[in-house]
DNA sequence: AAGCTGACCAACCGCGCCGAT
DNA sequence: TATCGGCGCGGTTGGTCAGCT
């Protein structure tokens, strides 16, 4: 037995919204508010839609004080912090973003910023010779929290890893399996690309010791052995 | 110039949760 | 307590565009 359609998809229309379409959502929105029933308000507005694709266009686009463009480097460190600690909970991380939709960060994420995080090993090999560094704490990364993103075996703990040198932080999250690194070679206010070098490192068991990370980032190419700080 | 490919992003889909009855 | 309907969420899809061959 299936779910009960939530509206007539043979008489709604679907894709993208005309500015038609938009004016007259926004209009009766603004002038009537949603009444706390989305499924009805399409039919009241004179809209051949489905009310959850209103509500969406509503939230994501047409609802003010939405911000779309370029994310800051200081979004992108509030993503990356929430992300190693909750997981894709995008709409908790997205409260943290005023004017940012959990649609929005979610593409983000998808598109660019993963790509960095994970992809990052020649970045991190390109920065370490180009930018002066500095001992700076490490970015701020809350501990990770209790999260059903996170597979009951995770090791659900954050490692704050130092190198040798005193020179570099970087903190390492158990996401699911794997090791999810960030690191921080200098102040926050640097284009991410630039610090942010982290990347998944795959490992069996949560059970990990650390020699073993210790060697995981050795063998990751960034700079040696260090001592870990909880 | 045409075709191909990848990046980006808006929108859709289906499921789980929760409040109302 | 069980059922139902609506909401909100996260994953996925598909259209568009730019860059490359």
């Avoid at 993208?16 to 002038?31: A, C, V």
């Avoid at 090791?155 to 903190?171: E, G, H, I, P, W």
């Avoid at 991410?192 to 650390?210: A, M, Q, R, S, T």
Wanted: proline residues 4%.
């Amino acid at each position: 037995m299936g779910r009960t359609p939530c509206c007539d998809k043979a008489n709604v229309k679907k894709g993208p919204w005309s500015p038609e379409e938009d004016n007259k959502l926004k209009e009766f929105i603004e002038k009537y508010g949603t009444g706390g029933n989305w499924i009805a308000l399409p039919h009241k507005a004179g809209l051949k839609r489905c009310g959850k694709s209103c509500r969406l266009r509503w939230l994501n686009y047409l609802r003010p004080n939405i911000k779309h463009g370029e994310f800051s480097p200081d979004e992108d460190m509030i993503i990356c912090n929430l992300f190693a600690n909750i997981g894709s909970r995008w709409s908790v991380i997205a409260a943290q973003l005023p004017g940012r939709t959990d649609n929005d960060i979610k593409n983000y994420w998808n598109t660019k910023l993963k790509k960095r995080v994970l992809g990052i090993t020649s970045t991190a090999t390109t920065s370490s010779s180009s930018h002066e560094r500095i001992n700076k704490p490490p970015i701020q990364m809350s501990s990770s929290s209790s999260s059903s993103s996170y597979s009951s075996s995770s090791l659900n703990t954050s490692t704050v890893f130092q190198t040798a040198s005193l020179q570099q932080y970087y903190k390492m999250e158990d996401i699911n399996g794997s090791v999810l690194m960030f690191g921080s070679d200098h102040n926050q206010n640097v284009d991410l690309g630039n610090y942010i070098f982290g990347g998944v490192l795959p490992y069996d068991h949560h059970n990990v010791y650390e020699d073993e990370f210790a060697q995981l980032f050795t063998n990751s190419s960034h700079e040696g052995a260090g001592k870990f700080m909880y």
